[in-house]
């Protein structure tokens, strides 16, 4: 097998890997609670980083601004975020309600063990020589800080805080290198 030929199997390799990643979460219940994707990811987003507008949310998510008006609408009226106007009527933060936390550890839990599941085949050694390859894949595809956010739209910071995440720590380099002179 040429280098090429071996660089187009391992990309093949890792497509078939995120499909059973894919898999295996979808299978994590997120459709209870009338949740999706979007959904989930705004709560978990909400509940790890309160008071964020609904305009950086509605970046970190993927959406449009209506799209994710409408979403954080359907949230409020499920009791799981609630909306705090500002002094500006136009700026509004939104924040997770008792629920809405509660929801997002749930969906996070449930989300770790499916994906532990996965690491089981794999001995100490295996799975932290994994963790070092990701840490460098992720790193190198954090472009932008704004991209970071939204890499991290379902991420559980109890178990991967800022001061070791990679994402976060190429965003910082990101922002360093936007500094002026």
């Known amino acids: 097998m040429t280098e090429a030929q071996g660089r187009a199997r391992s990309a093949n390799l890792l497509n078939v890997f995120g ?9 994590t219940g997120e459709t209870g609670a ?6 989930t990811a705004a709560l978990i987003t909400i509940a790890s980083y309160p008071g964020q507008t609904i305009k950086t949310l509605a970046g970190i998510i993927g959406l449009s601004h209506s799209a994710a008006v409408r979403l ?3 949230l409020v ?3 799981l975020v609630r909306i705090v106007r500002g002094s500006d009527r136009r700026r509004a933060e939104v924040s997770a309600t008792q629920a809405g936390e ?3 550890t749930s969906m996070l839990a449930r989300r770790r063990g499916r994906l532990m599941a996965m690491l089981r085949s794999l001995d100490d050694g295996e799975t932290e020589a994994l963790t ?3 840490e460098r894949m992720i790193s190198a595809q954090t472009d932008s ?5 939204r ?8 178990n991967c805080p800022q001061d070791v995440c990679p994402v976060e720590q190429q965003a910082c380099r990101l922002r360093a290198l936007a500094l002026p002179a």
Do not use: N, Y
């Open 19 to 27: 499909a059973m990643i894919s898999d295996a979460l979808a299978m």
């Open 34 to 39: 009338d949740c999706g994707p979007s959904e």
């Open 72 to 74: 954080i609408q359907k």
């Open 77 to 79: 009226e499920g009791d």
């Open 102 to 104: 509660a929801f997002a």
């Open 132 to 134: 070092r390859l990701m």
């Open 145 to 149: 800080v704004e991209h970071g956010d």
């Open 151 to 158: 890499l991290c739209r379902f991420c559980d910071l109890t």
